[in-house]
């Protein structure tokens, strides 16, 4: 099966940086999209950024400019970094893997999430 575990988050003042790494492991898998999404209190979930397995990205329109990801396909990781955060960046940052995953003697796709980060950004 499949795990998905992310890290680095943590406390940071307005201005400040965080670098989020994900990595998932077990199985026979091999990665087609990942991503990040936040939930902040009382808000839904929302995409912040995915990356392709050819390396093609998206943003939302709130962090672009300030936040990049990037995919090591070979150490099966993603990394986010995190620029300039800012007091609305705070909330609960999962992981997504969307992979190409070998089940029961085929292959299947699959959505693996992690268990979420906490980043609070404070003023």
């Known amino acids: 099966q499949v795990q998905v575990v992310e890290s680095g988050g943590g406390l940071v003042q307005v201005g400040g940086s965080l670098r989020l790494s994900c990595v998932a492991s077990g199985g026979i898998f091999r990665i087609i999209r990942t991503g990040w999404h936040r939930q902040a209190p009382g808000n839904e979930r929302e995409l912040v950024a995915r990356?392709?397995?050819?390396?093609?990205?998206t943003y939302a329109d709130s962090v672009k400019g300030r936040f990049a990801i990037s995919l090591d396909t070979a150490k099966t990781t993603v990394v986010l970094e995190m620029n300039s955060l800012k007091p609305e960046d705070t909330g609960v940052y999962y992981c997504?893997?969307?992979?190409?995953?070998?089940?029961?003697?085929?292959?299947?796709?699959?959505?693996?999430w992690g268990r979420g980060t906490q980043v609070t950004v404070s003023s």
């Open positions: 990356i392709t397995a050819t390396e093609n990205t």
């Open positions: 997504y893997m969307h992979v190409l995953q070998w089940v029961a003697g085929t292959w299947n796709t699959r959505v693996h």
